[in-house]
Structures are given as C-alpha cells and as structure tokens.
DNA sequence: AGCACGCTGTTTAGACCTAAACAAGGAGTG
DNA sequence: CACTCCTTGTTTAGGTCTAAACAGCGTGCT
C-alpha cells in the first residue's frame, strides 16, 4: 500500500485539483512538477555557490562549453548555441558580457560579425579553478540517494529526454529525417 | 552490457570532461543536466502552448495557485510565496501584472499593502478553460514512457526532491521542526 | 508608554532569456 | 553577372527573476 508520508509540493497539487476539479488530468504533474521543482532548487544552489566564485551561471555555461571542447578551445556562435540550448541572440549577449569580463576573445570578420569565440588564459584558468570544486558539490547533493537509484533515476531521465526530443526538438530540425528528400 | 546507442547531451557533457580533464567527478552530471535539459524543454512547450492561449506561464501558476487552494480563491502574498517557490519581490510583480489584466483583485491595506490576492470572475474562467488542455497536452508528452516508469521516476524524484529541499530550503525555514500544519 | 525587532510586502537595480526584425555573405541559377 | 534564397549573427523590445534596500506594523520587553 502508499506507504504513510506527508505529501510532497507535486503530491498537494495534484490532491488540490482533484479536490476541486475531479476528473481533471494530475498524473504529469508528478513527473513534470517534479522536475522542475528539482531544477530550481539546483539551479538557485548553483547560482548562489557560483556568486561566491564571482561567476554567474550562463558566463560558467559558455566557458566550460569552450573548456571541454578542447584545445584550441574556439568555437563557432552556432556550435555554441547548439551546445548551450539557448537562443542566438542569448549567445551574442554571453559572449559580449564575457568579453567584456576578459574571459573570451571574439574573432570578428570584416562585417563586425563573430567567426569564432574563444578562451583568454583568463578565462580558462577561472574555469579550471571552479569546475571540480562545483562538480563535487553537486555531487554531494544527490548522494542521498543510492548508487543504484542514481543510475536508475539518470537511466529513466535519458528515456523520457529521448522521447521530448523526438517530439519537441527545434520544428526545423524536427522535419530532418535521414535521406528523406520530401520537403 | 552497455546498450550501444548514441550519447545524448548529457553523456557528451560527461564524456568531454573525461577526456579533457580525467579525474573530473562526472557522475551528478547524468542526474542533474538531464533534470535541467528536460525542464527546459518542458517549459518552453509550455510557454508557447500558453502563448497561443493568450497566458504566460508566471500567471497561470499564480491563477492556478489561487483556484486550487478553494473558493474564495484569496491567499496572501505571503501564502503566495510559499506556494509558487518564487521571491516575495516576483510575487509583488505578478500580482501587479496580473491585477492590470483583470485576473486578480488585490485587497489593500490602508498603507497601501496588499493583504489578500482573490481570482476575478475572469481569472477564473481563464483557469477553468485552459488547465484540463494543459495538463493532457503535458500528459501526452511523457507517455512514451510505459506507465510503470513514469511511476518510478516519479517515485525516484521525489526522493531525490526529500533529500535536496532537507538541504538546500531556505535556512530559516530548514530548521523549523515538524509541529503544526498537517492539515 | 517607549522602543527595538521581526515579519511582510514593495521597489529597484542588475541579469538573463526569447522572439522577431534586421543585416551580411555565400551558393545556386538563369 | 544579377537575383534570390538560406544560413548565421546582431539588435531590440518585452518579460521574468533574484537580491537587497526600504517601509509599515504588530509585539514583547522594560
């Protein structure tokens, strides 16, 4: 039976709405309000453990993108916007605010347009001075849980991605089947 | 052993540290970059179903919020708060929001502060005729999972949920003993 | 009563993001 | 060679959030 336990924030939504709206359709929410709740309390952790390195989250995301790319640690906007799952114009904005702190170079064309971004020494070192010592912490947040529910809970979490890529990736690439020619 | 298959973000993620910094503790990695990747690809589903229904995501959480708790559908900010797991600055903001569209109706004091946020009869119909499409289109959206996985992700979230809100919920709050409330 | 403190709500500064309008170059075609 | 399309990067408008400074008010202590 449901072991006895106090409902959790997904668990109180979803006896709410039944509650006032019987019949409406809760089972989601005990996944989807579930991960969110998990993001944000990882990502205020993250961003308030970062302040104190003096970094902020997106400038951390487009540096270690560069890092663990490798050496010459250069990339293109697109690549970067790939990598980074965030918009174009996000990209412009990380990598003006980067270059202004000294932690890229934007390699410019003629037009003023960035071919490639790439990471100072600067940015590098701060990168190889934070990344472990981040990882770490983090790790220890999820160690509650055993070896065993972690890489169940992983195995699951790269199931559903699987299927919300296949079904919400970008339109234009989402229509890009191997070899078929229709469109 | 290892089903051969191609690595999604976040296996490369871990892959490209390894080689570039091996000794670098990857493991949180297949738990939170995965919670994060399928969050946002979440919310931006959501954001743009809501766009062509007229509503932001920040409003429908404060609509729903207040609908869910009962009639009368008045709460405080600072009940608000609680609920939607967001500042008590970003409460402010959506109120005031919310309030110009007609959503809402702010109760307030004499000195100008607002004591009780109540749903109009506008709000209220905006809720009652987008929540149930919402949460079928959500559902549809993570039933490529068999239904026994779908349970145990969501068993194993909230575990993972127990531990993180024991260490990460707000300090003030984090030493509060159980005492009243169960109700 | 007088006063300090804590709890709540508001305001503002600073970051960040998306969407959409724009702009620059390259490739294919007549 | 001119034209058009497409890809890619930039800019801008609009919206959201947090953190922190600020303000109102009740409470308990003296």
């Known amino acids: 039976m449901t072991p006895p336990r106090n409902p959790d924030g997904a668990e109180r939504i979803q006896l709410a709405w039944t509650r006032e ?3 409406t359709p809760v089972e989601s929410i005990g996944v989807i309000t579930r991960i969110w709740h998990a993001g944000k309390l990882l990502a205020d952790d993250r961003r308030r453990t970062l302040a104190r390195l003096g970094i902020d989250a997106a400038t951390l995301d487009l540096l270690s ?3 663990r790319h490798g050496a010459p640690y250069r990339m293109t906007p697109a690549e970067l916007k790939e990598a980074c799952l965030v918009s174009a114009g996000a990209i412009s904005q990380r990598v003006a605010r980067a270059e202004t702190s000294g932690l890229v170079r934007a390699h410019r064309s003629s037009g003023g347009r960035t071919s490639a ?3 100072t020494a600067e940015g590098h070192a701060l ?3 934070s990344v472990d010592e981040l990882l770490r912490h983090e790790q220890a947040l999820v160690e509650h849980l055993t070896p065993a529910q972690r890489e ?3 195995e699951l979490l790269r199931a559903l991605l699987d299927g919300l890529v296949a079904r919400l990736a970008d339109p234009r690439t989402a229509e890009r089947p191997p070899s078929s020619g229709a469109g």
């Open 117 to 119: 971004v790439e990471l």
């Open 152 to 154: 169940q809970l992983a």
């Open 65 to 67: 993108t560069l890092r």
């Open 127 to 129: 990168i190889e001075g």
């Open 21 to 23: 709206r019987p019949g």
